[in-house]
C-alpha cells in the first residue's frame, strides 16, 4: 500500500479495496453541505415559492437517490446496500441554507461517501431550481460531520 492510502497497491496504481475479510457492522454517516444566497432567494426557496415547484422536496428525492448511485459516481467506492438516508434541510439564518445527509448500512464498509454525495446533490439541486432568481449562490461546507461504525471507530467533528 503506498503512502498509506487504501485505494492504492503497492506500486501506487488505483484499485478497489478488498473488503471481503472486513467484519460486517452497522454504519452511520451524516455529512453537511450550505447553500448560501440573498436573503429574498433563500426566503423563497425555503417557503416554497419557486416557479419550478417544492423546491425541498425536489432536493431531498434527489439527495436520497444520488447515494443510491455513489459507486456509479466514484470510481472506487463499493455499491452497498443502504437501510437508511435520510435528508433534512433547514434555513440556517436569513441568507442561508443548511443540509444534512444521513447514510446507513449494515456492511463491510462505510457510507460517508454516500452521505456527502447526499448533501452535494441536495445543494446541487437547490441551486439548479433558483438560479434564475440568484446565479451568484454559493455552495460550501461540504464535509462530513460524524461516521460511527466500522474498524476506526467513530469520529465527530469538531
Known amino acids: 500500500m503506498a503512502g ?22 452497522r454504519r452511520r ?13 433563500i426566503a423563497t426557496i425555503v417557503g416554497g415559492g419557486l416557479k419550478k415547484g417544492d423546491a425541498l422536496a425536489v432536493a431531498r428525492v434527489a439527495g436520497i437517490m444520488a447515494a443510491k448511485k455513489t459507486s456509479d459516481l466514484i470510481p472506487l467506492c463499493h455499491p ?8 433534512d434541510i433547514e434555513g440556517d439564518g436569513p441568507s442561508s441554507i443548511l443540509i444534512l445527509a444521513t447514510a446507513e448500512t449494515t456492511g463491510q464498509t462505510g457510507v460517508e461517501m454516500e452521505a456527502l454525495v447526499a448533501a452535494s446533490t441536495t445543494a446541487l439541486t437547490l441551486y439548479d431550481m433558483a438560479k434564475a432568481i440568484d446565479r451568484a449562490m454559493v455552495i460550501s461546507d461540504i464535509c462530513l460531520v460524524e461516521k460511527s461504525g466500522g474498524k476506526s471507530g467513530d469520529f465527530v467533528r469538531a
Do not use: F, M
Open 4 to 25: 498509506g492510502l487504501t485505494h492504492l497497491n503497492e506500486k501506487g496504481e488505483a484499485h478497489i479495496v478488498d473488503i471481503g475479510d472486513k467484519a460486517v457492522t
Open 29 to 41: 454517516a451524516v455529512a453537511q453541505a450550505r447553500i448560501s444566497g440573498q436573503a429574498e432567494t
Open 80 to 87: 452497498i446496500p443502504l437501510t437508511k438516508v435520510s435528508v
